[in-house]
């Protein structure tokens, strides 16, 4: 039986990326493991063991490090077959990096970690985006983090109405709407208001993007079976979608109905923690809430009562 590769991609916009890379690379070839390169950054390391992220499954690999960031995985999410994936492991080397397991600093020790098999699976379903035209659906791409519906001309608002499983919720004036998965809960949906939600439970959130007054719509949580249905309603003003910030599609007109529901697929992430929600609430803790550092003894001043 053929041996398993571990599958190597980077953000190809970063020296640094592509040189701790070519480091990956080679410390694994010395722990004798069969490595493969996706095609982009091949050319540059080893430029015989390219292979199309498309072509990469749980039958012929053992798991991805994607050296990057959140940006760099959400492309490499995207890129991989939508059934079989094999599992992801991010190695951050920018300034957050909240789905990333590992760093520069510990990518070695992570990597021998994961060779070993001491590591978690989480688990998160994608949502997926359908223009409906003469009561035809037309699939776009599935998404991981966020579904984003915003306005073709930055000074002008949509005006849209929302259904939630065929039941009217709202008509609104907004610059956009996101609908977010729980992944996604902590990236724009969180910048705009939005709630953190934890992963990898299985929901989404609509959001709306700076609601005119009186407007209405606010955050709203969601089981992820629901359906979201979203129509263009003002003349003359198209709109456009952005899955995950990787595709765009432009020039969505007025009257389109855009329906998201729960994609059949899924990403699965490498954590190198006893449980997720430990490994969850660490990483929320550290990349995106922080902590306050105040004395333990830190108590309000004593009141003065005065009596008359």
Do not use: W
């Amino acid at each position: 039986m053929e041996k398993k590769a571990v599958s190597l991609a980077c953000r190809m916009d970063s020296e640094r990326a592509i040189k701790l890379t070519k480091r990956i690379f080679e410390y694994l070839v010395k722990k004798g493991e069969v490595v493969q390169l996706e095609t982009r950054i091949a050319p540059k390391i080893f430029p015989h063991s390219g292979k199309d992220l498309s072509e990469m499954t749980e039958v012929n690999t053992k798991f991805i490090v994607s050296t990057g960031g959140d940006g760099t995985i959400l492309r490499v999410a995207s890129s991989l077959p939508q059934r079989n994936a094999p599992p992801i492991l991010g190695v951050n080397i920018g300034s957050i990096g909240f789905l990333d397991e590992s760093n520069e600093r510990t990518v070695f020790n992570d990597l021998n970690r994961t060779l070993n098999n001491e590591y978690i699976i989480e688990k998160c379903t994608k949502i997926t985006p359908y223009l409906v035209k003469n009561s035809e659906e037309i699939k776009l791409n599935n998404a991981l983090n966020e579904i984003l519906i915003v306005s073709s001309k930055s000074s002008k608002v949509l005006q849209i109405s929302v259904k939630i499983d065929g039941v009217f919720l709202n008509r609104s004036y907004l610059d956009g709407v996101i609908i977010s998965t729980s992944v996604g809960s902590t990236a724009y949906n969180l910048s705009a208001g939005g709630a953190i939600v934890k992963s990898p439970l299985e929901i989404m959130q609509i959001t709306p993007l700076n609601s005119f007054a009186r407007s209405g719509l606010k955050p709203i949580v969601l089981p992820i079976t629901s359906e979201v249905e979203i129509q263009l309603l003002r003349p003359r003003l198209n709109a456009k979608i952005v899955i995950d910030g990787q595709r765009t599609f432009k020039k969505i007109q007025p009257k389109t109905v855009i329906k998201i529901r729960k994609a059949n697929s899924h990403i699965k992430f490498i954590r190198l923690s006893k449980n997720l929600s430990e490994n969850y609430f660490k990483r929320l803790r550290k990349k995106i809430i922080g902590t306050l550092r105040v004395p333990l003894d830190d108590s309000p001043e004593e009141e003065f009562n005065s009596s008359y």
